[in-house]
T-cell receptor, first 114, second 114 residues
Framework: DAMVIQNPRYQVTQFGKPVTLSCSQT?????MYWYQQKSSQAPKLLFH???????NEADTPDNFQSRRPNTSFCFLDIRSPGLGDAAMYLC?????????????FGQGTRLTVV | GESVGLHLPTLSVQEGDNSIINCAYS??????FIWYKQESGKGPQFIID?????DKRQGQRVTVLLNKTVKHLSLQIAATQPGDSAVYFC?????????????FGGGTRLMVKP
C-alpha cells in the first residue's frame, strides 16, 4: 500500500503559469520533504517541514514555496515555472530527523513546462 | 562544501554475478548512511542502512560495508537479477547537522545483462 502519495504523476504546465504539486502521507511522520530531481542527477532538497516548522534550503529559488496545512498533506507551489524547472519532484517523509532520518519517498511528479 | 559522491556512473554486470557499487563521502561527521534504489520513473526506495558504529550490515542479497577510515561506503548485491537494474544512490546524514538532512550522492546506474 502506498504510504507517500503524490498527485499527479505527470503535470504539464505553461511557462509562467503557477502550478501546485501535492503530497500526502499515511505514516503520520513528523517530517516532510520536497526534492527536485533532474535527469540523471541525485535528488536535491528544496525544503522540509518538521511538524509546522518550515525550513528552506539556502539555494532554493524564491519561485518555490510550500504549504503544510496538516500532518498528512504538503504542497509544492511553483509561482512562475520556467523551462529550467522541468524535473521530477519527489516528496518524502521521515519519522524524525537525525539518526531516524530514513526517508520514505513517493513516486514523484514529473513536471513538464511548455 | 561537504559532499557525497560515487566513483562509477554506470555498472554493467551479468545476471547471476555479484555487483559492487561504491560511494565516497567527505563529511567526517557523517554517522548514518542509506542506500536507495531508484527504478525508472519511480521514487527512490530504501534498500539498507548502516550507522557509523558498524562496519558491515547484511540484508536479503545485499550487504553494505562502511570504512570510516577512508570515508567509503559500498553496496554489494549477490546474484544480481534483471530486477536489480536501476540507479543506486547513497545518502548520508550527520549528527552535527542541526537540520539532519539526507545528502545524496550522484548515483550509479546498474545494468544487468541476461
Amino acid at each position: 500500500d502506498a504510504m507517500v502519495i503524490q498527485n499527479p504523476r505527470y503535470q504539464v504546465t505553461q511557462f509562467g503559469k503557477p502550478v501546485t504539486l501535492s503530497c500526502s502521507q499515511t505514516l503520520n511522520h513528523n517530517v516532510m520533504y520536497w526534492y527536485q530531481q533532474k535527469s540523471s542527477q541525485a535528488p536535491k532538497l528544496l525544503f522540509h517541514y518538521y511538524d509546522k516548522d518550515f525550513n528552506n534550503e539556502a539555494d532554493t529559488p524564491d519561485n518555490f514555496q510550500s504549504r503544510r496545512p496538516n500532518t498528512s498533506f504538503c504542497f509544492l507551489d511553483i509561482r512562475s515555472p520556467g523551462l529550467g524547472d522541468a524535473a521530477m519532484y519527489l516528496c518524502a517523509t521521515s519519522r524524525e530527523k537525525g539518526r531516524r532520518a530514513e526517508a520514505f519517498f513517493g513516486q514523484g511528479t514529473r513536471l513538464t513546462v511548455v | 562544501g561537504e559532499s557525497v559522491g560515487l566513483h562509477l556512473p554506470t555498472l554493467s554486470v551479468q545476471e547471476g554475478d555479484n555487483s559492487i557499487i561504491n560511494c565516497a563521502y567527505s563529511n567526517s561527521a557523517s554517522d548514518y548512511f542509506i542506500w536507495y534504489k531508484q527504478e525508472s520513473g519511480k521514487g527512490p526506495q530504501f534498500i539498507i542502512d548502516i550507522r557509523s558504529n558498524m562496519d558491515k550490515r547484511q540484508g536479503q542479497r545485499v550487504t553494505v560495508l562502511l570504512n570510516k577510515t577512508v570515508k567509503h561506503l559500498s553496496l554489494q548485491i549477490a546474484a544480481t537479477q534483471p530486477g536489480d537494474s536501476a540507479v543506486y544512490f547513497c545518502a548520508e546524514t550527520d549528527a552535527n547537522n542541526a537540520g539532519n538532512m539526507l545528502t545524496f550522492g550522484g548515483g550509479t546506474r546498474l545494468m544487468v545483462k541476461p
